[in-house]
């Protein structure tokens, strides 16, 4: 883990710059609110504006070196997206409710597309955003996305999912090593060894957590054994309460693997991208992000999701300060791309997929 | 004319490197640009003011990818609003930034969301209803049978039995020319108990359990009666449309395409486990009383069928408000009636 997740050392003369994160979560849920109740009221047509605005507010308050992020998607272009999606998904589901056979025929159609419009979205992602007025772009190539996202994906459950590690390190390396700042081109330098050590350590977390909450599952029978109580009765009122409160549980179990596949994963990949000769610098506590993921959700559930914008600030908060670049030169002298992309030339047809594809 | 003016930082769209300048909106409108090495006029119309939302750093892109950035201060606020000239955008920036339309949101969403679920869902479901094919019906109840299958086993009523049962329905089904291609599936219920349901497409199902619940024949062809009244009204289909609106809208709220992905498989499932609404069981409740009435059995046979099932499932009283389903003494009151 350590040699991954470390840098090297560095040589006389390198400089390491801190990203900043300043949004707060009292003000940010004053935005989230707005916008939940504008993108109710008109049906989810608002939900591209509300998209945009939050982006906005993300990028616009993560700084580095003075200068924030800026993002330049038009939500007009992101309702196109999603109507096109809620489309595929509509055809998927009447597919599903028709004939199996159809079903089948539907999936195979989509995974066949899927790569294509990986691309197209990594593009869009790359294409809207922007620090110091120089674009991201993305220069991934259909004929590697179908690698990753047909054929790898379709071995999966032939190999019981032994090369999901592998996946995932082809993945990152597609979509973080193929993004473009400007003129300079990312390189995504860490190796697949690396993702098989993460994940054998993320299925032990896996297995510490399943533990954890038998355990817990456990104790509360067991206390109610003592207490003489019988197990509820289907359709009374206690039936529900207990199945909603071991829905949450299962969340919050779940928010701590994410936290630390967060801090692993993200060490280990983010921690290998370089920016031209400039190398990025996470430095994430897996268990403190776990920690943080585990609270969150928690705090969200019990809040009936009114926490949600102050969980997402102090995610983005933690991810955002851990980070830092380790300079050589400086950060003045990128160039933008001969075009720049984007409104004119980026092309209609990249705009249209504003799908979310994370790490 | 007032004054607008405040410093910002000035990218060139061409290097990362930034300029500090100083912005100013002149007499003629345009916006000046003034710092070291930097000396432009921009004229309003070549300019685009990025939406402002909270205090992050405010945006106002120019052409050829140069671009300002301002620090969120009053100044740079009054300069903003200034050159933005959309009333919606600057409505809902002020919206965002007051706590008291925070707090009023809340309430608001809350309402919102309450009135779309209740209200709005089953108006969206009762009209889209008119818009599903027939045959599209009728391959859903394939479908769902299908489904059903896989947890219950075939009927082990002997044929005399199975014969009355069918007589029993026959007796509510053909006085209804209306409703085309009805048909009855029996079942051993096993997990599921007692229990009859109508699918799309005018499938109906009993148990054989509830079979042995009956002591009179004319009990069942009360039960047949209330499925018939969903099946009249294509209750079945309006109930799936309502679930997969309701997860449509937990989606587009979560932003979560995960609980979409799941949908397909779900539909089914939420059909049969959610039952019905507390309208639908009580049109179908009042098209089964008119039956029994035109036909001439004593509305007692239901009451008596109902009250047995629910001593048969010993189901715990839940309060009606909390409950989808009318409580089964509300229901049975009503036969009486």
């Known amino acids: 883990m350590d040699s991954d997740s470390r840098g090297p050392v560095f040589a006389a003369g390198t400089r390491v710059e801190r990203f900043r994160f300043t949004g707060t979560g009292g003000e940010y849920f004053r935005i989230w609110i707005v916008n939940l109740l504008l993108t109710i009221v008109t049906l989810g047509i608002y939900s591209a504006w509300a998209k945009v605005r939050k982006q906005r507010y993300f990028y616009g308050h993560t700084h580095l070196a003075g200068s924030t992020f800026d993002y330049h998607a038009r939500p007009e272009a992101i309702l196109k997206g999603r109507l096109i999606a809620a489309a595929l998904l509509a055809v998927y589901v009447a597919a599903g409710e028709i004939s199996p056979f159809l079903l089948v025929a539907v999936i195979v159609a989509y995974v066949v597309i899927l790569p294509w419009i990986v691309v197209k979205a990594l593009q869009f992602r790359a294409r809207v955003s922007s620090w110091r007025g120089i674009r991201f772009d993305f220069d991934g190539q259909l004929g590697e996305a179908a690698i990753v996202f047909s054929l790898l994906l379709l071995l999966m459950p032939l190999t019981l999912g032994l090369i999901l590690p592998y996946w995932w390190y082809r993945r990152q390396r597609f979509s973080i090593g193929e993004l473009r700042f400007g003129a300079t081109h990312f390189r995504f330098k860490a190796e697949v060894g690396a993702y098989y050590r993460v994940f054998l350590l993320l299925l032990a977390v896996l297995v510490g957590v399943m533990v954890v909450a038998l355990g817990c599952a456990f104790v509360v029978a067991l206390v109610a054994t003592l207490a003489d109580q019988t197990p509820p009765e289907e359709d009374s009122l206690s039936y529900y309460l207990v199945g909603s409160a071991s829905y949450a549980a299962g969340l919050v179990f779940f928010s701590v693997l994410n936290g630390f596949a967060r801090g692993w994963i993200g060490n280990l990949a983010l921690g290998n991208t370089y920016v031209g000769e400039h190398r990025l610098r996470p430095r994430f506590d897996a268990a403190a992000l776990a920690w943080l993921q585990f609270t969150n959700t928690l705090l969200v559930v019990v809040t009936l999701g009114l926490f949600t914008p102050w969980a997402q600030i102090r995610l983005a908060k933690y991810t955002v300060e851990h980070m830092s670049i380790a300079l050589k030169g400086d950060l003045d002298s990128f160039v933008a791309a001969q075009a720049q992309p984007g409104s004119a030339t980026g092309g209609e047809m990249a705009d249209i997929f504003d799908v979310d594809i994370g790490f | ?337």
């Open chain 2, 1 to 337: 004319m007032a004054e607008f003016s405040a410093p910002a930082e000035f990218f060139d769209g061409r290097t990362s490197r930034p300029s500090a300048v100083q912005v100013r909106v002149n007499p003629r409108g345009a916006l000046e640009i003034r710092g070291v090495g930097v000396e432009l006029d921009v004229p309003r119309a070549e300019l685009r003011v990025g939406e402002r939302v909270g205090q992050a750093t405010w945006t106002v892109e120019l052409a050829a990818g140069a671009a300002l950035a301002f620090a969120a201060t009053s100044e740079a606020d009054a300069l903003l609003r200034e050159l933005e000239n959309s009333a919606p955008k600057r409505i809902v920036h002020a919206l965002e930034r007051s706590w008291r339309w925070g707090v009023i949101s809340v309430v608001s969403t809350a309402a919102a969301l309450w009135a779309l679920i209740v209200f709005g869902v089953p108006q969206f479901a009762v009209r889209a209803v008119a818009l599903v094919p027939p045959e599209l019906e009728r391959r859903l109840g394939e479908h769902g049978i299908d489904w059903l299958d896989r947890f219950v086993d075939p009927s082990t009523l002997d044929a005399e039995r199975r014969a009355e049962v069918e007589t029993a329905f026959a007796r509510v089904a053909t006085t209804n020319p209306k409703l085309a291609a009805l048909r009855l599936e029996l079942r051993r219920g096993g997990a599921i108990g007692p229990n009859a349901f109508a699918l799309p497409g005018g499938i109906v199902v009993m148990t054989d359990e509830l079979v042995e619940l009956a002591e009179h024949d004319d009990e069942l062809s009360a039960v047949f009666a209330h499925e018939l009244g969903h099946v009249a009204r294509r209750h079945a289909l309006q109930r799936l449309l309502e679930s997969s609106a309701v997860a449509l809208i937990t989606m587009v709220i979560t932003s979560d395409a995960s609980t979409a992905t799941s949908l397909g498989t779900s539909l089914p499932t939420v059909l049969l486990e959610a039952g019905y609404s507390r309208g639908m069981e009580r049109e179908a409740d009042e098209f089964a009383l008119q039956w029994l009435s035109s036909a001439g059995i004593p509305h007692e046979r239901f009451a008596a069928i109902l009250e047995r099932l629910e001593r048969a499932s010993g189901s715990a009283a839940i309060p009606e408000f909390l409950s989808t389903h009318p409580t089964t003494s509300a229901r049975v009151e009503d036969a009486r009636r």
